[in-house]
């Protein structure tokens, strides 16, 4: 099987030293709801929830808003909160504002076109993003959506080795073809998903992914819907929250109701 795609190493390829320019994601995103709202967003509307995967791997996030439709997930993991951060960002602009998370035609960040600032610090690479390996369709693609299913399955990060492709080459009709099938040992030591055959090893994991989630689905959407009502319930209580403390800074009875700063002293 193929080495799985190398995780965003906080580098810029030339040692610890070095520093690579962030596409800033978050400020182009909060920029887009302000617009979409028309007024401007109050602390705490724009939440992201950032995990550590438990062998250290990297960092995941979550980043929602009443202004956005939903919540949205990084598919990648980033080396650093703040780069899972952007990732997640990324994802929500794709989704709701794909005009904004467009790059310049060079892939050079934002900022450099005057559009949206560029940051120092942790990487997103121009062209990476928020979900690895997109179709066509701009689908996540299979490998990634098994592995968020067999997190929902697991009720944990997934970990190097709990779900292994095992891919080999043949000859049929003439042409060498891929056939390829994962265990995913963690939730089932003795299934394997065997996938269709394909004319490269990429898409033949890709198979054998999609004929795991298809054996899979029944069990992974009622997690998925229960997991998305949840992160919808946390996120109206953060809302309502925020939303009382406003309104407790505005109450005359609190003594923290503000006077007109060009009120005269002697009106």
């Not at 450099?112 to 928020?130: C, E, L, M, Q």
């Not at 490998?143 to 190097?160: D, E």
């Not at 060498?176 to 963690?186: D, H, T």
Request: net charge negative; charged share 25%; proline share 5%.
């Amino acid at each position: 099987a193929a080495a799985p795609p190398a995780q965003d190493s906080g580098r810029n390829g030339h040692g610890n030293g070095g520093a690579e320019a962030l596409i800033d994601y978050k400020s182009l995103l909060h920029q887009a709801v302000h617009q979409r709202a028309q007024r401007p967003l109050t602390k705490g509307e724009l939440v992201y929830d950032v995990t550590e995967e438990a062998d250290g791997g990297g960092f995941w996030a979550t980043v929602s808003c009443p202004g956005l439709l939903e919540q949205y997930c990084g598919a990648a993991s980033g080396s650093s909160k703040r780069s899972a951060e952007h990732i997640a960002a990324k994802a929500a602009l794709e989704a709701e504002f794909p005009e904004a998370a467009a790059l310049d035609d060079a892939g050079a960040p934002l900022g450099s076109s005057g559009r949206a600032p560029a940051v120092r610090g942790g990487i997103i690479r121009a062209g990476a993003g928020v979900k690895r390996g997109r179709g066509a369709d701009g689908d996540e693609d299979p490998k990634s959506r098994l592995k968020h299913g067999v997190q929902l399955l697991l009720g944990r990060s997934v970990v190097r080795g709990e779900i292994m492709y095992a891919t080999s080459q043949f000859e049929h009709g003439g042409a060498f073809l891929f056939g390829s099938e994962v265990k995913i040992p963690a939730y089932d030591q003795s299934a394997a998903y065997e996938g269709e055959p394909a004319d490269n090893l990429k898409q033949a994991e890709h198979n054998a992914a999609e004929a795991a989630l298809a054996a899979l689905g029944h069990l992974i959407e009622p997690i998925e819907e229960e997991r998305k009502a949840k992160k919808a319930r946390l996120q109206q209580e953060r809302l309502q929250r925020v939303l009382e403390g406003q309104g407790a800074r505005n109450d005359p009875a609190c003594g923290l109701a503000e006077t007109p700063s060009d009120a005269a002293p002697w009106a």
